[in-house]
């Protein structure tokens, strides 16, 4: 079955950066767009940046857009989100999420655990 594993979460201060990584499972990869999504507690969930299978083609929501790159290896079946100039509203557990072939990158048809990143100083 398809699986998502997420890693590289952790603790950041304001202007700082982290990278996290998704390591994908179970299902054709290079054929599928990769999206990114978080979850403040208490929130709903936020469509972050998404990906479509060509590696080249990327959307960000507009609360990450300039700070945060996208990017995938489809040799490796990985998905990463570089998280630069990190702000405390970033604050959040971060899924990694697969799009379902023909569908809108915000919606999504599996996702792993997530990774928690906080951002505080």
């Known amino acids: 079955q398809v699986q998502l594993v997420e890693s590289g979460g952790g603790l950041a201060q304001p202007g700082g950066s982290l990278r996290l990584s998704c390591a994908a499972s179970?299902?054709?990869?290079?054929?599928?767009?990769m999206s990114w999504a978080r979850q403040a507690p208490g929130k709903g969930v936020e469509w972050v940046s998404g990906?479509?299978?060509?590696?080249?083609?990327?959307y960000y929501s507009d609360s990450v857009k300039g700070r945060f790159t996208i990017s995938r290896d489809n040799a490796k079946n990985m998905v990463y989100l570089q998280m630069d100039n990190l702000k405390p509203e970033d604050t959040g557990l971060y899924y990694c999420a697969k799009n379902p072939q023909y569908s809108d990158l915000t919606l999504y048809d599996s996702w792993g655990q997530g990774t928690q990143v906080t951002v505080s100083s």
């Open positions: 179970g299902f054709t990869f290079s054929v599928f767009a």
């Open positions: 990906v479509y299978a060509d590696t080249i083609n990327k």
